[in-house]
């Protein structure tokens, strides 16, 4: 590659075209297709990918997670897997933990793309408050080769299938994703799910009383509870029902008085004020459990924000709808081809395994590491921890070498930052909420004398690089505050020192008062940090260690519930946006199908409730059928269902006759069925979206040994599918037969549905 000239190096991208649709494989050309690219990057970045890279570049298009570590050179890899799987011509996408990463790694690299002959774009604006509108995001995501992050694309995806028209989908067919920072977006973030609202729900008059049934119970007595779950015990049940004056809580009639004692519960036992959430200005503001940042204008899902809001005595706010939903979990299991990447992975692999069906091949790095990892030091209380972790830090910055903090906590960065101003050092605080900034800050973190306080999300995937003359007197120092919630943070924090085989050095600081032990005031491990008591370094090692495994386990196990909670949903989702698919690519209602389900509609009618005098036949037709009533109606025999049906045909038959008069033509008959079938399914599938994320809550609640949740949650969720498809069928026929319709000068067709 490296005797062609410009010219015929790019040229080359056509004729891999060429042979791939003669028939070769992406395996086939992968080697020539990598040196192309390789040589594609030497010339135009000015780097030329190390072995290991190639080597990364090749897992990524296998479809392994691959464990490539900070400084690596990971965005330099992706560029050989997209560019060989961007020639397929179909969709090729780059996902990023935030939206400067993805600009500017759009910017970066997008050199190269273009230099090939393959146009490349990014997903995500600068600048949060302007919207991309539909068009925009059509010509994005017709690129070959697309950056964007998860968030947007979840988004996307939701906002792609709700569209009115086909002219309004913007997404092309889902083929190829790598991941970047792929642990924490498949793990760390995966629980919390993409949810779009729109309308505001009717505002229940439940969460009161069941807040003050809740502050009446007694723990162990009437609910019990472990780590991240409360259930009411059968006493609590019993009481329960007195107390509602029910004869069953799990009735589906007393559905919204389950949920709402549940949210309560939660309410008032899972989420502590100041740790979750704080209250300012008379407002609920939820807190990051990570970083501790306040998430302002974030609402917990499914009425539990107001549950506690109810607990703090607030005013109440608005609940809305969830009109669409995904995890991201589901979202790139919806990728034919996934690939991920990230320094630290290796820890998960088996739950990676589990969930995606992914391997984590560990990448060697390009020279050996020389970075020491130092034991980590025990302390009883954060006061030591903190007094020993900024002796260090200035003992270090003493010495010329750079510092970078990484705290698991909020407060121990402002504390640590606190101490560092008294003893007169300069320094940088980062706490995660700008990112374009953090990453210009971060990036000097390397430099001589530099000292710089960070959460451990903060600046991430910017690369730190050393200062002129660090690397002789020892590199980096990463000085960690706090046992953090898994190991993979931990090894995230290390591996900001020691890139590409510098010196550098890591050590924890760590205490019983670290959030992830957990002690509370009652425990006896308690009086070793309030009064100093004595304790062995090999106790407090085995208590904070063991509360780090812990808090794993718990991790795993939460998420792999709510996969298995969303793989549900999933199923429903499919259905539903396939047929909305079929839809609006032009399929057609024919009539027979739509005879099919008035057949259905109303054998439903004679068989309920409804059903009792020739008066409900008439309000049915008003209802469902037609404005206008006959005589005929009055006469027909109660008993013989087969002559109510046939009278009831032919007014739809009548109707829909009427309507296509009214359109004039076969054709915009059709369009306007379409259109009105659409509008049910969305309808209905809003109702159901919003319902399963309900049910997910209060089927929570139901935690006992004997039940299985997941089980229950199937079925209720099943159970409430055909009550939708039925509800589908009705309003589909509804919107045929009583919408108002005509057509324009132009002849577009406008609809006022019933
Ligand atoms: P990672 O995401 O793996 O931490 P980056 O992609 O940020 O690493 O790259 C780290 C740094 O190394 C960047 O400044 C990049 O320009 C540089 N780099 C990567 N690969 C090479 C290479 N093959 N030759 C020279 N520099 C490289």
Redesign the pocket.
């Known amino acids: 590659m490296a005797k062609l000239s410009d010219k015929g190096l790019a040229g080359l991208t056509l004729k891999f075209k060429k042979r791939l649709a003669e028939g070769e494989s992406l395996e086939d050309i992968l080697p020539e297709a990598f040196a192309a690219i390789c040589e594609a990057d030497k010339r135009i970045l000015g780097?030329?990918?190390?072995d290991v890279?190639i080597l990364g570049g090749i897992a990524l298009h296998q479809g392994y997670l691959a464990e490539?570590?900070?400084?690596?050179?990971?965005?330099?890899s992706a560029t050989m897997p997209l560019y060989l799987n961007a020639l397929t011509g179909k969709s090729t996408i780059l996902v990023t933990a935030n939206e400067y990463l993805a600009s500017r790694d759009a910017q970066e690299m997008g050199p190269v793309y273009r230099f090939m002959g393959l146009s490349v774009a990014a997903g995500v604006t600068v600048d949060p408050t302007e919207k991309l509108s539909n068009e925009d995001k059509k010509a994005i995501y017709a690129a070959d080769i697309v950056y964007t992050t998860h968030g947007t694309l979840g988004f996307d995806y939701l906002i792609h299938n709700l569209v009115a028209s086909a002219n309004d989908r913007f997404l092309r067919e889902f083929y190829y994703v790598i991941i970047d920072e792929a642990d924490s977006v498949l793990l760390d973030a995966a629980q919390t799910p993409l949810v779009i609202s729109g309308s505001p729900r009717v505002q229940s008059n439940l969460y009161k009383i069941a807040d003050f049934f809740v502050t009446t119970l007694v723990e162990d007595v009437d609910y019990e509870r472990e780590k991240d779950r409360v259930w009411l015990t059968e006493k609590g049940i019993r009481y329960a029902e007195t107390f509602f004056q029910i004869d069953n809580f799990y009735d589906e009639r007393y559905f919204e008085i389950n949920r709402h004692v549940t949210l309560a519960l939660r309410a008032h036992t899972m989420f502590q004020n100041g740790e979750a959430y704080v209250v300012a200005d008379g407002e609920l503001v939820l807190l990051n459990g990570a970083t501790g940042r306040m998430m302002n204008g974030m609402k917990l899902r499914g009425g539990q924000h107001q549950a506690l809001e109810m607990k703090e005595e607030l005013k109440i706010t608005q609940e809305t709808r969830s009109v669409a939903a995904i995890t991201f979990q589901n979202l790139f299991l919806l990728f034919p081809k996934m690939s991920g990447m990230s320094?630290t992975m290796a820890d998960a692999s088996e739950e990676l395994w589990d969930i995606y069906g992914s391997k984590v091949l560990v990448i060697p790095p390009n020279r050996p590491k020389k970075r020491k990892d130092l034991p980590d030091r025990y302390f009883r209380n954060s006061n030591r921890q903190i007094r020993a972790a900024v002796a260090e830090i200035i003992k270090v910055h003493r010495s010329g070498r750079p510092v970078l903090v990484v705290a698991a906590s909020i407060k121990d960065t402002e504390q640590v930052s606190e101490d560092l101003m008294k003893k007169k050092i300069p320094h940088n605080v980062l706490n995660a909420n700008n990112a374009f900034w953090e990453a210009e800050i971060i990036k000097e973190a390397g430099r001589k004398g530099a000292v710089t306080v960070a959460t451990s999300i903060a600046g991430r995937?910017?690369?730190i690089?050393l200062g002129k003359g660090v690397g002789s007197i020892g590199g980096l120092a990463v000085i960690g505050i706090g046992r953090m919630e898994n190991v993979r943070l931990e090894r995230q924090a290390r591996g900001r020192a020691g890139?590409?085989g510098d010196a550098g050095t890591s050590q924890f600081f760590v205490s019983l008062e670290d959030d992830v032990v957990g002690v509370d005031e009652s425990s006896k491990l308690y009086k070793c940090i309030e009064e100093e008591k004595k304790i062995s370094r090999r106790k407090l090692k085995k208590i904070i260690n063991k509360a780090q495994v812990i808090a794993e386990e718990s991790g795993t196990l939460s998420r792999k519930r709510s996969v298995d909670f969303d793989k549900i949903m999933q199923r429903q989702r499919n259905l539903i946006y396939e047929a909305r698919n079929r839809l609006l690519d032009g399929g057609n209602l024919q009539v027979e199908k739509f005879m099919e389900m008035a057949e259905k509609n109303i054998k439903w009618f004679l068989k309920s409730e409804e059903f009792e005098d020739s008066q409900s036949i008439n309000r049915y037709i008003l209802d469902n059928i037609s404005y206008r009533l006959d005589e005929k109606g009055a006469d027909l025999t109660l008993d013989d269902e087969e002559e109510i049906k046939g009278y009831l045909f032919k007014k739809i038959e009548q109707g829909l006759a009427e309507q296509e008069k009214k359109l004039g033509s076969k054709r915009s008959m059709n369009d306007f069925m379409r259109m009105a079938v659409l509008s049910a399914i969305d309808d209905a599938w809003v109702e159901q979206v919003d319902y399963l994320q309900q049910l997910q809550a209060a089927v929570s609640g139901r935690a006992t040994a004997q039940r299985n949740l997941l089980f229950e949650y199937q079925n209720d969720a099943f159970e409430s599918y055909e009550k939708m498809q039925a509800s589908v069928y009705q309003n589909a026929m509804r919107n045929i037969l009583l919408s108002n319709v005509f057509l324009d000068q132009e002849r577009k067709i406008h609809i006022l549905f019933p």
């Open positions: 780097m030329e990918p190390y890279q490539m570590n900070t400084g690596e050179g990971k965005t330099l320094g995937g910017t690369d690089k890139r590409q």
